[in-house]
């Protein structure tokens, strides 16, 4: 995938141990599509030497605001207006401190003030865009917590930079905490969501995914193929549309996205409980979980041994809650406060069942797919049903349909439309 592609990133790295994970940013960006030109401060360079990230990036790296290299000696000019974002990874305590201040004594730091903070491309007399700050703080947990590092924090939001939050967990000066540069990965999924256009901001997405597990005894259950990764990627379409998200999962073993909260669930009705509790607070619904339909009567309390007759022990079942019609019924719903997407995993004849079950649920969107063509695939294919007639989403990456599928929920869930950051 290049979701990148096109955005000319300039990459700034300053004085800190995690510049070491900035060079596999710098590759991950790259591979995503986009042109990374690398600026670093001196400190950077005590790090990682500017000739590894110039073999990274393909491109000469910049140092110094007296390089000769610009003709017109103007680095800082030049290098802000180009760029469709500013990414300083690691952005140390001393940095975000120079930032705050406006302080301009370093190429990177000039960069920084001189960028524009509006405008539109090509606008009159050459005019120049608007070049957002995204900053991936990186420093020792004592220093992340001082007062005056989150003092900066919260100003340098205000000021309009985009913070990208710290990880936690063990750091090169033997602590453990908070403060650590998110992860080359992490930071790419949300250089990735920041560019995407915020068609959901306000709302509150509720989305179910993966299987159900319905104990039969303590050791064996009934559960079903759905890996979760359509859900997921809806999930995380959601969140880069700039809705909060809530994931109710089925046992699964996906990654969690970015900025959404998760909650693993096990069975139908674990499912139906954290569901119609959250939808208390949601806007938009999307099931797209795979809930078994039955679950043994009762569980065992202890494992079912063979009795050596040959006989299979006599299962009864019971038919689980349909969570769907279920909140799709509820209040919040029939007033039109919580729009309810479902989603049909058919073997066959798909335009008919989903029609059916979209009057059956009782919901305004339904989206069908074809379950042994999608379950545990990366790519899938949609047929989208509403009152007004069917639209095809042909085949593709689960991630690039989940967008899709957002943007035609964000037409009819009432949003405000894409909104500049
Ligand atoms: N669904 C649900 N709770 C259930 C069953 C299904 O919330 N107990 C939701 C699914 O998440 C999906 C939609 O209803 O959004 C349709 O699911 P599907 O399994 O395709 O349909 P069923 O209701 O099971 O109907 P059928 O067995 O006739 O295919």
Redesign the pocket.
Known sequence: MTDLAGKHIVLGLSGGIACYKAAELCRALIREGATVQVVMTEAAAQFITPVTMQALSNRPVYGSQWDAREPNNMAHINLSREADAILIAPCSADFMAKLLHGRADDLLSLMCLARPLSGEAGGPGGASKAVPLLIAPAMNREMWAHPATQRNLVQLQADGATILGVGSGFQACGETGDGRMLEPAELLEDVIAFFQPKRLAGHHVLV?AGPTYEAIDPVRGITNRSSGKMGFAIARAAREAGAEVTLVAGPVSLPTPRGVTRVDVRS?QDMLGVVTAAAQAATVLV???????WRPAKAADHKIKKDGSGQPPALQFTE??????TVAQSARARSGALFCV?????SHDLLA?AQA?RA??GVPLLVGNIGPATFGQDDNALLLVDAQGTRELPRASKLALARELIAEIAQRAGATGPKTV
């Open positions: 179910t139908a099931a797209t979980a795979a809930v078994a339909d689980n809650p349909d969570i769907l019609a479902g989603f049909a995993a058919e069942h079950k059956r649920k």
